[in-house]
Structures are given as structure tokens and as C-alpha cells.
């Protein structure tokens, strides 16, 4: 079953408004990561949120964390016709012993900045 | 520095017929991956390597699929025979090892059609 599950599906709003995207996860995590999709190409990691952060910064984006409600949120400030793309959140798979960085990602938001 | 190689881009093929994926990953990422998109079912994981060994392949949809680590700077996903359910988007990423909380760098895909 799937680990992360977005809210919205999808997302369309007005260049220059704010785009806010939800993530909910299961299990207890020590980092939670989102990324990007344009269409066409592969995901592409946009930030990493430590379990031990409540926010985290970088550029127009800003991510929060809360672990007592299992949930991040990523919002998009002042948004561009370019943040047209799929956003996901990604944790790391819980039963995963063997050290290597096996992530579930979530469903996706598709957000659609119209300019 | 060089992303994670996918090739080819695209490949149309005639349903029975074997098709080969091919990726490279970023030098010094001990982690492989291989997933497939499509809209019905989202991003799924079919098979990860840690250290060019296969860890879960419990996502590989049956054994028609196959896939290879020979060496730390190559793998290949292969399909035989296809079908024309296969088709989709399939990605493969790469990363460090997970307790340095990096993050997972993807191909470009390869975009598969059986017709």
C-alpha cells in the first residue's frame, strides 16, 4: 500500500498565487522528501525535511513537517507558468534493512499554474 | 556531473518481441532502482540493487520481466516477451546509501509502446 498519499489531486490556480500541497504517511520516518515531475521527464528532488525540522526553506518553497499528525505540507510561493508539474512526497520504506534508500512515493499532486 | 542514463528514450516495438532498458547510474551511488508510470497505476517500484545485488523484486509483475546489475556503472530491465500492457513509462534512479539521507536522482525514462 502506498506510504504517502497527496491532497489535492490536482491543483489549478493564477500565476503569482500560492500553491499548497499536502502529504500524509503511516509509519514512523526520519526524513520526508519532495519532488517534481514535468511532464516528459523523471523526478527530480526538490527537498529534504529531517524528522527532527518543523520547516525547512529553500527559495519559493516551503515545506513543514508535523510527526504527531504524520503529515508535510509543501507550499509554492508567488507561483510561474513553470511550476506546472506533478508534485510527490517520498518516505523511506520502514522494512528496508539493507541500507539502501528505498523510498515510497505518494500519488502525486498535479498543480497547473495558469498564466 | 552526469545524471542517471536512460536508453532509449522511446522504443515502439511489436507485442512478443524482447525489449531491452538500459541505465546508468551516477558514479558512487551504491542504490539502484527500476519503476514504471503509467496514469491507472502511478509510480511503481519493480526491483532495487544495493551494491549491484537484488534486494526486492517483488514488484516485477511476472516473469516475463528480468533485470540485471553485471557491474556498479550498469543494469538492464528486460521484457520477454512484451505485451501490449507493458506499456508505459519506466524510470530508473540511483542513489547513496539511505543512512545519509540523500535523496533519489532519476532518468529521463524510457517510454515504451507495444503495439
Known amino acids: 500500500s502506498q506510504q504517502g498519499e497527496e491532497d489535492p489531486q490536482a491543483l489549478s490556480i493564477q500565476e503569482g498565487e500560492n500553491a499548497t500541497m499536502n502529504c500524509s504517511y503511516k509509519t514512523s520516518i526520519n526524513n520526508l522528501q519532495w519532488y517534481r515531475q514535468n511532464s516528459g521527464r523523471g523526478l527530480v528532488h526538490l527537498i529534504l525535511i529531517r524528522s527532527n525540522e518543523r520547516e525547512k526553506h529553500s527559495g519559493r518553497l516551503r515545506v513543514t513537517l508535523d510527526t504527531s499528525k504524520k503529515s508535510s505540507s509543501l507550499l509554492i510561493t508567488a507561483s510561474r507558468a513553470a511550476d506546472t508539474a506533478s508534485y510527490f512526497c517520498?518516505?523511506?520504506?520502514?522494512?528496508?534493512?539493507?541500507?539502501?534508500?528505498?523510498?515510497?512515493f505518494g500519488t502525486g499532486t498535479r498543480l497547473t499554474v495558469i498564466p | 556531473d552526469a545524471g542517471v542514463i536512460q536508453s532509449p528514450r522511446h522504443e515502439v516495438t511489436e507485442m512478443g518481441q524482447e525489449v531491452t532498458l538500459r541505465c546508468k547510474p551516477i558514479?558512487?551511488?551504491?542504490?539502484l532502482f527500476w519503476y514504471r508510470q503509467t496514469m491507472m497505476r502511478g509510480l511503481e517500484l519493480l526491483i532495487y540493487f544495493n551494491n549491484n545485488v537484488p534486494i526486492d523484486d517483488s514488484g516485477m509483475p511476472e516473469d516475463r520481466f528480468s533485470a540485471k546489475m553485471p557491474n556498479a556503472s550498469f543494469s538492464t530491465l528486460k521484457i520477454q516477451p512484451s505485451e501490449p500492457r507493458d506499456s508505459a513509462v519506466y524510470f530508473c534512479a540511483s542513489s547513496r546509501m539511505r543512512s545519509s539521507n540523500q535523496p533519489q536522482h532519476f532518468g529521463d525514462g524510457t517510454r515504451l509502446s507495444i503495439l
Open positions: 558514479s558512487g551511488h551504491n542504490s
Open positions: 517520498a518516505t523511506p520504506h520502514p522494512q528496508d534493512q539493507t541500507g539502501a534508500n528505498n523510498l515510497f
